[in-house]
């Protein structure tokens, strides 16, 4: 039995081991009895140096209050992905992301891990984006800094109400009012977003942007905010997002994935045209138009409380819908023609254009990834084709076997008769009708364009 006892936490430490993140585990009395070496790569610590010794011990910064493993042992509650800040005791500080759960044996505690990330480095790299953005802001006097790339000339349409929406944005582009930019991914908010700057009045302002989903909490609010001296050990004075933005615009993308706290934050900043650093209790006013965008429907953002509503009506004064690459079919062969003399002068080329089979293919698939996924999927086959014109054997794989699976489908349809397809298609529709209108049968005829006797006898004959 005990040489099982003794295999089975060989095995549990090998495993445990090969793990790719930091694994710390704490007894009741708070003495270290694993420690693997990603954790003390995170720590910059040697393994001997905290095995078999007390956590304040290895870790003399920490105390009772601010050590995740320690508070865990004392409330059993677990605590998620929250961001722990300390020195080692080599005067390093190190920051990691923790996860840290109570071990329960028979509903007593016997000791607590904790699962660690470390993104001291991500911090350096944010730092790093905040210094490389201030020295870009020095550059003043250019009618499109360096930081915007594109105009609203650069997104290409031949859809009426696309193009009714840009003529839309450059009107409201000469606001200072904030923004709110609805669309799929892949349908080019960025890149509106970007020509609606260009429009303004502060083009010659910073543009920055920032995606609020790449980012842990608490290093989104010292990048949105700053830090002030001492905020915590090792921080400076450091201008955030919205202070680098002063005069220009700050453009926050996937706004719903921001924490709903620091939602609060953002809407005061918005509110009152101040920004107060992280650690600090002064206040200072920055000139800053916010431009958001989310790639789900507004109220499905509210209704799943992923976006507060007081933030939503302040950023809602303007609002635009960017249509899917579905709802804008026009624009399919339109795009794939540009794409193609583009790439053709990138990889030195002289495709012609597509076969008439590829052509009802694109215009058939539904394209999920919209224009990005248009594009990408044209570049790959532009770099395969060894003919004059893109066919379907130049498809990538995914769409090789989507567009195997249509045909399939096809063939099985056309076994069913013409007047099969009609009597189905018919009865879809009155379906659809009745819905909306709500059962009204005089409502749903006007809908479908038939004299409301001709809907009543149909209605029967379906009945």
């Known amino acids: 039995m005990g040489q099982l006892t003794a295999l089975t936490q060989e095995v549990l430490s090998a495993i445990l081991k090969s793990i790719d993140e930091g694994i710390h585990v704490v007894n009741i009395e708070g003495k270290t009895i694993f420690y693997n070496e990603v954790a003390a790569r995170h720590d910059g610590m040697e393994v001997t140096e905290v095995l078999g010794k007390h956590l304040l011990e290895a870790f003399p910064s920490l105390t009772v209050d601010s050590s995740t493993l320690l508070k865990v042992i004392k409330t059993t509650k677990p605590i998620y992905n929250q961001t722990q800040e300390y020195v080692n005791l080599h005067g390093a500080r ?43 802001n020095k550059s003043k006097g250019k009618k499109i800094p360096p930081q915007v790339r594109y105009t609203l000339n ?17 009107k409201l582009a000469k606001s200072d009012s904030p923004i709110l930019v609805y669309g799929e991914s892949g349908t ?20 920055i942007a920032q995606n609020c989903a790449a980012i842990p909490e608490t290093l989104l609010e010292s990048m949105l905010f700053g830090t002030a001296k001492g905020s915590y050990t090792g921080a400076v004075d450091r201008k955030g997002l919205f202070e680098l933005a002063d005069g220009g615009t700050l453009f926050l993308d996937e706004l719903h994935a921001m924490p709903i706290e620091l939602q609060a934050k953002l809407l005061r900043v918005l509110e009152e045209g101040m920004v107060r650093r992280v650690g600090s209790s002064e206040t200072s006013t920055v000139d800053v138009r916010v431009i958001a965008a989310v790639n789900v429907h507004p109220n499905k953002a509210l209704q799943e409380e992923k976006l ?3 933030l939503y009506f302040r950023l809602n004064v303007f609002t635009f819908s960017l249509l899917p690459l579905r709802e804008r ?36 698939y539904q394209w999920p990834g919209n224009v990005r996924e248009l594009k990408h999927t044209l570049e790959y086959m532009m770099n395969v084709c060894n003919g004059s014109l893109l066919t379907t054997e130049d498809l990538p794989i995914m769409l090789k076997q989507y567009s195997s699976h249509i045909r399939r489908t096809v063939r099985e349809c056309v076994n069913m008769s013409l007047r099969q397809h009609i009597d189905d298609l018919e009865r879809k529709l009155i379906i659809e009708a009745m819905e909306q209108s709500g059962g009204n049968v005089k409502q749903a005829a006007e809908l479908l364009e038939i004299p409301r006797q001709t809907l009543q006898y149909k209605l029967k004959k379906l009945r």
Do not use: W
């Not at 329960?104 to 210094?131: P, T």
């Not at 794409?339 to 293919?361: A, D, R, S, V, Y």
């Open 329 to 364: 079919k026009e624009d399919i062969v339109y795009l794939c023609k540009f794409f193609i003399q583009e790439f053709n002068n990138k990889l030195k080329k002289n495709i012609q254009g597509m076969e008439e089979k590829l052509e009802f293919f694109f215009m058939d």
């Open 154 to 170: 650069d997104l290409k349409t031949v859809n009426p109400s696309f193009n009714r929406m840009k003529e839309e944005a450059r």
């Open 94 to 136: 190190i920051d990691t992301m923790n996860t840290t759960l109570p071990i329960l044996l028979n509903d007593e505690i016997i000791g607590a891990v904790e699962i660690a990330k470390d993104y001291s480095r991500m911090k350096l790299l944010a730092e790093r984006l905040l210094d490389l953005q201030k020295g870009l």
């Open 308 to 310: 507060r509503s007081d």
């Open 188 to 207: 080019g908010k960025e890149l509106f977003i970007q020509g609606i700057h260009h429009e303004s009045r502060r083009s010659n302002g910073p543009f």
